[in-house]
């Protein structure tokens, strides 16, 4: 049985590590303003740019149910299960989202990092 781990991109874990053990990452949202992006898609750089220029923090939106759909979908073409790590669900609706989404699916286990 071939088993997929997966987190959301607020995982504080080197890209050395998460490439060698193959970790499957789903980003959480950036809003910069009116500018929305996904984390990954934009470099610390360009926020701290942001934050100068405009002197407001960006905020972050949790990874919604359709989008954890999504990526357990795209996980499970290759995978057999999924045990995915969410932020704590004392800090985000991350981990509420992923249960909701995993009830969709065979095999997708939702661990509560708090």
């Known amino acids: 049985m071939k088993i997929a781990i997966s987190?959301?991109?607020?995982?504080?874990?080197?890209?050395?590590?998460?490439?060698?053990?193959?970790?499957?990452?789903?980003p959480f949202t950036l809003l910069l303003g009116e500018e929305t992006k996904l984390d990954g898609e934009?470099?610390?750089?360009e926020i701290i740019d942001y934050?100068?220029?405009?002197?407001k923090l960006p905020k972050t939106s949790a990874v919604n149910q359709f989008q954890y759909e999504e990526h357990f979908e795209n996980i499970l073409k290759d995978y057999d299960g999924i045990?995915?790590?969410t932020l704590s669900s004392e800090l985000s609706?991350?981990?509420?989202?992923?249960?909701e989404a995993s009830k969709k699916f065979k095999n997708v286990y939702v661990i509560d990092s708090r």
């Open 7 to 26: 987190c959301e991109s607020t995982l504080d874990l080197a890209k050395i590590f998460i490439d060698k053990f193959d970790i499957k990452i789903v």
């Open 42 to 45: 934009i470099s610390t750089d």
């Open 51 to 55: 934050v100068n220029k405009t002197k």
């Open 83 to 85: 045990i995915h790590f």
């Open 93 to 99: 609706s991350a981990n509420k989202n992923a249960l």
